[in-house]
């Protein structure tokens, strides 16, 4: 390839710090990148040398233009860097997206401020801290706040006038005592302020200076022997240290830095970030950054850093980070320790990447899993001829012992996998006896007929557990729902494990190694299962209500009682002879304290 006119280009550049920007034959933006010095970083993509990279061979091949901005300074090119890949997103470069709105703490500027989290900030006067990079960590430290002060959380306007005319009336917050009741001049303006001065100092991360102010308080109170109120302050105190002491990680001394740590795959990296006050982390976020043209920690490193602090608009003089980047950032204390606390610290933020990348790895072996559903999924539809993808399946069985106690189950799988959750027993009402092909009627019937009423989402196949016997009865139901042709309908006869089709009396057979048989296997054995655990269930539940029953003097509408009221025999057992008498009166209670002390000898 002739790139002369492009080594001509390189010849006129400056030896200076700056961004140099290629672009292709249609002047398309390709890559932005900073150099300090331009001439060599720039000379470096068309050497003799050659190129490692697939990706930088393609780039560099259809480079037709370059263009540069000079700049004072390596750190001042890192900086205009990072604006123009924001605002123009070359193909070629990383990309550090986050479509996150962090979330902040506001104090309202108002008589008797609320105090909440929002991720919007207005310039209403209000005091807004953060943004925090992890929506849990604000909820800790609401719930905090929350536990040691009680602040009103109505949108009422407190001024003295409205206070003073009665206005407002105090609330349910009020009376379950997690408000004061300013509303209606219950709590002074001068109390709540100081309140909100300690809320400021701990959210800022001052704790031992709201700690030192409590113990203050506390002892005035107890030598005015006011013993209550210095209770509930050292209450607070307590509360206080032992969450201090939960965050604090490192020596107190270490105040207000941001921490930085990078962990590196061929085609990934992870970045952790970390904010530290006074020896405790009180912020962290983690990032994966996709590489584009093997690009080099460092690199990666500093543009994280730089896009990091302006996002959550860092104050921290100092950063401690992996490898040396003092030349980019010459306005702070750049630290690479090799021991001691700041070490400890590193190494916190290194686990963290690494637990992050962990995590990333998890969830795409998980999305492989989806993916391996999906197939199956395609799969069982094209065996069983379906029109639509079988996304959500039910399965029925029926189970009884002898005829006596008929039940059924009904499970549910949703993408191939159970969705216990869904899963519902049957009590058979309509059919006496052990009548298989009615039972399955029934509640096929009554499952879909609740479906319809609740407007619920209907299955795309039904499978049920029997022969053709079994097919027909539930096709019938579906019939009287008008929903023949709305849900696809198989049955499986477990002997050859033949698949039947409504009106078709040749069975189908499925390859015994299919995935597909598999998975309608599986949802006849699952129904199986929980039909019978359900049948077990009542056949023992008969059994204790019958041996209550059989007591001279206890009925089966007494027996009905103490169920409804105390829900299991274990619970009966335990109750007390007045608990019980308030059920069934004294006399029976007497009865079953008699036979349960019987029982236990």
Not at 48 to 72: A, F, H, P, T, W
Not at 476 to 497: C, F, P, Q, Y
Not at 514 to 541: C, D, M, T, V
Not at 550 to 571: H, Q
Request: hydrophobic content about 35%.
């Amino acid at each position: 390839m002739d790139n002369s006119h492009i080594k001509k280009q390189i010849q006129r550049l400056s030896d200076q710090p700056g961004v140099y920007q290629f672009f292709d034959r249609d002047n398309k933006l390709l890559y932005i990148g900073k150099a300090k010095s331009l001439k060599k970083r720039v000379s470096s993509y068309f050497g003799n040398k050659k190129q490692d990279s697939y990706k930088l061979k393609i780039l560099v091949s259809k480079i037709v233009r370059i263009e540069v901005i000079v700049v004072g300074s390596e750190s001042d090119a890192l900086l205009l860097e990072n604006n123009l890949i924001k605002q123009y997103q070359p193909h070629y470069n990383i990309l550090l997206k986050d479509d996150k709105t962090f979330p902040w703490i506001c104090i309202k500027k108002e008589a008797f401020p609320r105090v909440f989290s929002t991720r919007n900030v207005f310039k209403d006067g209000s005091q807004y801290f953060g943004p925090y990079t992890s929506a849990y960590a604000v909820k800790v430290l609401l719930d905090l706040i929350r536990k040691l002060y009680k602040l009103r959380n109505c949108n009422y306007i407190l001024s003295d006038e409205n206070i003073r005319s009665g206005k407002y009336k105090v609330c349910l917050e009020y009376h379950l005592g997690n408000c004061l009741g300013p509303c209606e001049g219950k709590q002074d303006s001068d109390s709540y302020s100081s309140a909100i001065n300690q809320i400021r100092d701990i959210i800022k991360g001052n704790l031992s200076q709201v700690i030192s102010y409590l113990k203050v308080e506390m002892s005035k109170h107890a030598e005015a022997f006011r013993f209550e109120e210095a209770e509930q302050i050292k209450e607070k105190i307590n509360v206080l240290s032992r969450y201090q002491a939960k965050s604090t990680i490192v020596n107190t001394r270490i105040n207000n830095v941001d921490v930085f740590s990078i962990v590196s795959d061929d085609d990934r990296a992870y970045v952790n970030f970390l904010k530290v006050i006074k020896g405790a982390v009180i912020q962290a976020h983690s990032m994966e950054i996709r590489k584009k043209l093997n690009e080099e920690d460092a690199h990666i490193l500093a543009l994280v850093i730089a896009e990091m602090r302006e996002r959550i608009e860092s104050d921290a003089r100092e950063i401690i980070v992996p490898v040396d980047l003092s030349s980019l950032f010459p306005d702070i204390n750049v630290a690479v320790p090799q021991k001691g606390d700041k070490k400890k610290l590193l190494d916190l933020s290194e686990r963290n990447a690494r637990s992050y990348r962990l995590d990333k790895r998890k969830s795409k072996s998980n999305l492989k899993k989806v993916d391996s559903s999906q197939r199956i999924l395609e799969q069982l539809k094209k065996d069983l001829h379906l029109q639509v993808y079988p996304e959500h399946i039910e399965c029925f069985d029926n189970s009884n012992l002898q005829g006596s106690e008929p039940v059924a189950a009904c499970v549910v799988f949703r993408n191939a996998r159970p969705a216990k959750k869904e899963y519902r027993h049957f009590n058979i009402k309509e059919v006496v006896g052990a009548d298989d092909f009615a039972s399955m009627g029934e509640v096929v019937r009554r499952r879909y007929r609740r479906l319809l009423d609740e407007n619920k989402e209907l299955p795309q196949l039904l499978v049920v557990d029997g022969g053709k016997g079994q097919l027909n009865a539930a096709v019938k139901s579906l019939d009287v729902l008008g929903l023949r042709n709305k849900i696809a309908i198989i049955g499986i006869a477990k002997r050859l494990e033949e698949i039947y089709f409504p009106g078709d009396s040749v069975p189908l057979y499925i390859d015994k190694n299919s995935e597909s048989l598999k998975l309608i296997q599986q949802l006849r054995n699952e129904a199986h299962r929980f039909g019978i655990n359900f049948h077990r269930q009542k056949r023992s539940a008969t059994m204790v209500r019958s041996s209550l029953t059989e007591l001279k003097g206890i009925g089966e509408g007494s027996v009905e009682l103490l169920f409804r009221e105390f829900k299991s025999m274990e619970a009966i057992k335990e109750a007390s002879p007045d608990q019980l008498a308030r059920v069934v009166g004294q006399k029976r209670a007497a009865i079953l304290r008699d036979y349960f002390s019987r029982d236990t000898v």
